[in-house]
């Protein structure tokens, strides 16, 4: 199916990323629906949903009217298959576990239109073999967005060993109408271009910590004063939840070997709840969980 062609969305997963997912599709005018299993997750989405669009407003890059319209667009359901068999594109963006996504994209293939693609939010794991739980293979792509996705501009674009040609240009086509850049890594490899670099550099930033090297908050302000980066290494996994980076960083270990190996500190974290911001306690503390 064309890029121009889809109208309706499904967002699978309604957690830190979903939520922002499902709000850009429905700024660039798609209808989506945004499935999570839970029904809290929903309601915390809901409620993300209108913050950000309620601060869009405030800053005059959304009209009063724009913003209601972006939330009429936008539905709530717990109903994978009623919402699969509606839509015409899939953003599957569940728990970074291998086996639930596969689930997922299986379940979906069931119902959904033959022609319907499914681009997958993982962080590292092979889109290949996510592809492989489906019988569109070639219709399955990784589509790997950054947090927050109504403010952060890049798409990472990872192409299976099955994709299409077609597929792949139809996602690129959906980024640009989604007022996204792309980059395209062109090797199904565990942590693609940004989750390995990404990865690398805060596992080292929390063994510096763990170390007695140096505190978490000099670790960030050497990363932003010497190398300009936006957030410091710690900072940035606090906000992507400390629980998604250790899966991430235990699947990327047994692909590579032990330089993803976790910190003790990152594992205590997680094994405490302290998992950054969505719980207000990581590396940094953030008072209330956001
Ligand atoms: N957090 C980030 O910064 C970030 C950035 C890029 C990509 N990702 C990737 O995005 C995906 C989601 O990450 P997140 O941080 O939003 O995780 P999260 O834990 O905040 O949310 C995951 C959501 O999936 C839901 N879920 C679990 N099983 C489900 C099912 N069978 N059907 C529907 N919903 C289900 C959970 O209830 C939860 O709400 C992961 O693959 C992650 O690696 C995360």
Same mark, same amino acid.
């Given at each position: 199916?064309?890029?121009?062609?889809?109208?309706?969305?499904?967002?699978?997963?309604?957690?830190?990323?979903?939520?922002?997912?499902?709000?850009?599709?429905?700024?660039?005018?798609?209808?989506?629906?945004?499935?999570?299993?839970?029904?809290?997750?929903?309601?915390?989405?809901?409620?993300?949903?209108?913050?950000?669009?309620?601060?869009?407003?405030?800053?005059?890059?959304?009209?009063?009217?724009?913003?209601?319209?972006?939330?009429?667009?936008?539905?709530?359901?717990?109903?994978?298959?009623?919402?699969?068999?509606?839509?015409?594109?899939?953003?599957?963006?569940?728990?970074?576990?291998?086996?639930?996504?596969?689930?997922?994209?299986?379940?979906?293939?069931?119902?959904?239109?033959?022609? $319907? #693609?499914?681009?997958?939010? /993982?962080?590292? @794991?092979?889109? *290949? !073999? &996510?592809? +492989?739980?489906?019988?569109?293979?070639?219709?399955?792509?990784?589509?790997?967005?950054?947090?927050?996705?109504?403010?952060?501009?890049?798409?990472?674009?990872?192409?299976?060993?099955?994709?299409?040609?077609?597929?792949?240009?139809?996602?690129?086509?959906?980024?640009?109408?989604?007022?996204?850049?792309? $980059? #395209?890594?062109?090797?199904? /490899?565990?942590? @693609?271009?940004? *989750? !390995? &670099?990404? +990865?690398?550099?805060?596992?080292?930033?929390?063994?510096?910590?763990?170390?007695?090297?140096?505190?978490?908050?000099?670790?960030?302000?050497?990363?932003?004063?010497?190398?300009?980066?936006?957030?410091?290494?710690?900072?940035?996994?606090?906000?992507?939840?400390?629980?998604?980076?250790?899966?991430?960083?235990?699947?990327?270990?047994?692909?590579?070997?032990?330089?993803?190996?976790?910190?003790?500190?990152?594992?205590?974290?997680?094994?405490?709840?302290?998992?950054?911001?969505?719980?207000?306690?990581?590396?940094?503390?953030?008072?209330?969980?956001?």
């Amino acid at each position: 199916m064309s890029a121009e062609g889809i109208e309706r969305a499904a967002v699978v997963g309604g957690g830190v990323m979903g939520n922002g997912i499902a709000q850009v599709l429905a700024q660039a005018g798609l209808t989506v629906t945004l499935v999570d299993v839970d029904d809290a997750a929903l309601d915390r989405a809901r409620t993300r949903i209108d913050k950000s669009l309620a601060r869009f407003v405030k800053r005059d890059r959304l009209t009063e009217d724009e913003a209601a319209a972006v939330r009429g667009r936008l539905a709530f359901s717990t109903d994978l298959e009623a919402t699969g068999r509606t839509v015409d594109h899939v953003v599957e963006t569940v728990v970074e576990d291998l086996d639930v996504k596969r689930d997922v994209l299986g379940r979906l293939d069931a119902v959904c239109d033959p022609a $319907v #693609v499914f681009a997958s939010n /993982t962080s590292q @794991f092979s889109i *290949s !073999r &996510l592809a +492989a739980a489906t019988s569109r293979p070639d219709r399955v792509i990784g589509s790997h967005w950054f947090n927050p996705p109504p403010l952060m501009d890049l798409i990472e674009i990872i192409r299976a060993q099955q994709t299409s040609d077609e597929t792949l240009a139809t996602t690129l086509a959906l980024a640009e109408r989604y007022g996204k850049q792309t $980059v #395209v890594c062109h090797k199904d /490899t565990p942590g @693609f271009i940004t *989750s !390995r &670099l990404i +990865a690398h550099l805060a596992l080292e930033a929390a063994r510096i910590v763990e170390e007695g090297i140096a505190t978490a908050d000099d670790v960030d302000r050497a990363c932003r004063q010497a190398f300009n980066h936006a957030m410091g290494p710690l900072e940035t996994i606090d906000f992507s939840g400390l629980d998604t980076t250790l899966k991430v960083a235990d699947a990327m270990r047994t692909q590579y070997g032990e330089r993803f190996l976790a910190p003790q500190n990152l594992r205590s974290l997680v094994a405490a709840g302290h998992l950054g911001r969505k719980t207000g306690k990581g590396f940094g503390d953030y008072g209330e969980a956001s």
